[in-house]
């Protein structure tokens, strides 16, 4: 079962996460201009360079060993330029948490024949090995020798090679990472690297168990459909509002049970309308304030995000804040890259109305993957909270994304995110409060919900 991880990249300079081509035929704008030089945004490995006098602005995705122009578009860049406040001594621009320093020339491997023209495959090969070794952040957590899978694989590549064995190969040497950031995309293919889990290895049991489908994906649908009948047998049929996708799919869900105790499915954090994160930031409110209107006179709270494939952290912290009346911290972060580490960023959140304060139960688990994991820091740090279920996977960084010199894209995971107690917890997730089975080939046939059942026990 392929995982969707839709949490948004904060690649190079852009606003949003959309790749379009370069558009230099497009005339940057005048404010854009204005800033001209050359600026970095460290352990990005991006630059832009504008060239007031040529009128000309461009963009590279650099490492220490190679260069590739980048193809974000003009317009994304000039968004960023336009929006972004210029410090006092002129050296630093800053906009929406993303921070560019001025450098005094670009980056040397983009000056000199490090910088890449052809799209051979052992340049892509070594764009990618080298954006990884300058800018993913956890090799030692991932117990990943970085240099010997170089060693390992750098031999087999050569010119004559095919792009299905380019791609075959690529995919070998990121597979041991285990890390659904992590991923490799072609015309034909996809790869990430997540790690099997132990609901996926009960599918594939599972499967081999039964004679009903002969296709694992639609054994898989058919696992989905009857965990979303039996959570939804347990709702009161008055008063159910769905939360939908921007192409109409049903991805959430907020009900009540037995007319006492308030119930929220959501199963992504993004995509509700088509549009950017201050829209679906938007849409997630207009869903949550009726929902907690709704509310109101409930007992209790219960949140369901165990199959959350993340979206945007925006989102997550929305979500959160209708459960507080105060400001709370709610995570911090910053990058690790080749030179160092950026500063560190918090995140708080802060309270919407109208505010929760009743008992409210997380049920979460190992599919409860990046910007679902921010939100289960978030809730944990409010008193009225209680995480049950299982650790969540431990995938809380953004995706750094990349253009490979082949016209391919890659991402990796290059920030670090902190809980507000200042514990990393990339790799391990998110602890519950109390352990649980969140699900179960067993208990799906048998039509049963462990998790909601011990919520509705703490809560009642």
């Known amino acids: 079962m392929k995982k969707k991880y839709i949490n948004m990249s904060v690649i190079a300079f852009a606003i949003t996460a959309s ?17 001209q030089g050359v600026w970095e945004r460290k352990g990005y490995g991006s630059v832009i ?34 929006k972004a406040k210029l410090s006092t001594d002129k050296n630093t621009l800053e906009s929406d948490n993303i921070k560019v320093s001025r450098l005094d020339k670009l980056p040397q491997s983009c000056i000199d024949d490090r910088l890449i023209t052809s799209a051979t495959p052992t340049n892509t090969f070594e764009h990618l090995w080298h954006n990884f070794n300058d800018y993913y952040a956890f090799f030692d957590e991932r117990n990943i020798d970085w240099a010997a899978q170089y060693s390992q694989y750098k ?7 095919s792009e299905e064995e380019l791609f075959q190969l690529m995919s070998a040497m990121l597979e041991p990472i285990g890390d659904g950031h992590v991923t490799l ?25 039964q004679d009903e489908f002969d296709d694992i994906d639609d054994y898989v649908d058919s696992l989905l459909r009857k965990f979303y009948s039996i959570t939804e047998s347990y709702l009161d049929t008055n008063n159910v509002q769905f939360l939908n996708d921007a192409e109409g799919d049903k991805i959430g869900i907020a009900g009540f049970i037995d007319g006492t105790i308030g119930y929220i499915q959501i199963n992504q954090m993004s995509d509700f309308v088509s549009g950017d994160e201050t829209d679906n930031v938007k849409a997630i409110h207009a869903f949550m304030q009726k929902a907690m209107k709704n509310f109101e006179n409930t007992d209790g709270i219960i949140v369901d995000v165990r199959l ?3 979206g945007h952290d925006a989102v997550s912290l929305a979500i959160a804040s209708y459960f507080t009346d105060e400001k709370k911290k709610a995570y911090s972060k910053k990058t690790q890259y080749w030179d160092g580490e950026t500063e560190e960023l918090d995140f708080y959140v802060e309270p919407s109305t109208p505010s929760y304060l009743k008992p409210v139960i997380v049920i979460a688990g190992e599919n409860t993957v990046s910007a ?7 809730m944990s740090e409010l008193s009225n909270v209680r995480l049950i279920g299982e650790n969540s996977n431990g995938i809380l960084s953004d995706r750094l994304e990349k253009d490979l010199p082949n016209g391919w894209e890659m991402s990796l995971s290059n920030e670090v995110y902190y809980d507000a107690s200042g514990k990393k917890l990339e790799v391990v997730g998110i602890a519950p409060d109390i352990n649980i089975s969140v699900l179960s ?10 998790a909601i059942e011990t919520a509705l026990q703490l809560l009642n």
């Open 372 to 378: 679902g994991e921010i939100f289960l820091m978030a």
């Open 19 to 35: 790749i379009a081509g370069c558009g230099s035929s497009s005339k940057p704008a005048k404010t854009a201009l204005t800033k």
């Open 49 to 82: 360079k504008v060239d007031k006098v040529a009128k000309v602005i461009k963009s590279y995705d650099f490492t220490r060993e190679t260069c590739l122009e980048s193809t974000i578009s003009l317009m994304e860049i000039q968004t960023f330029l336009d």
């Open 308 to 310: 959350n494939s993340g």
């Open 441 to 450: 080939i067993e208990a799906l046939v048998e039509g049963r919900d462990d």
């Open 155 to 161: 031999p087999h590549v050569s010119e004559d090679m």
């Open 185 to 209: 995309t072609s015309d034909e293919d996809e790869f990430d690297a997540s790690k099997e889990g132990k609901f996926e290895i009960m599918i594939k049991e599972g499967f081999l168990q």
